[in-house]
């Protein structure tokens, strides 16, 4: 759903709803939209990133094959043996929940 659809969504459930509940559905989905939008690929043709650092990244070998891997952005150019087609933030790493 795009941001509009979803602003014009919440503005009609105005009516139905209490403004205070409206208003705090309206910012999860906000936040999950921004964490969507956050996660998308990149391609490199657009957009490099904006600080150096470690990169989930998409990569096309000699042999035409693409898959995913790490590696390193420094400045202005990819620190991979394979061409970098798009890239994202890596995700936040696993942290296990306490053991009772």
């Given at each position: ?28 989905a ?60 890596t ?10």
């Amino acid at each position: 759903m795009e941001n509009r659809k979803a602003i014009e969504w919440f503005e009609n459930r105005i009516a139905v709803m209490p403004e205070s509940e409206t208003k705090e559905m309206f910012c999860i989905a906000v936040a999950a939209l921004e964490k969507q939008e956050q996660d998308r690929w990149t391609p490199v043709s657009k957009a490099l990133p904006k600080k150096d650092g470690c990169y989930l990244v998409t990569v096309k070998n000699d042999h035409k094959r693409k898959y995913s891997k790490t590696a390193w952005f420094y400045g202005d150019g990819w620190f991979a043996r394979q061409a970098v087609i798009a890239w994202r933030p890596t995700p936040e790493p696993y942290k296990a929940e306490k053991e009772s």
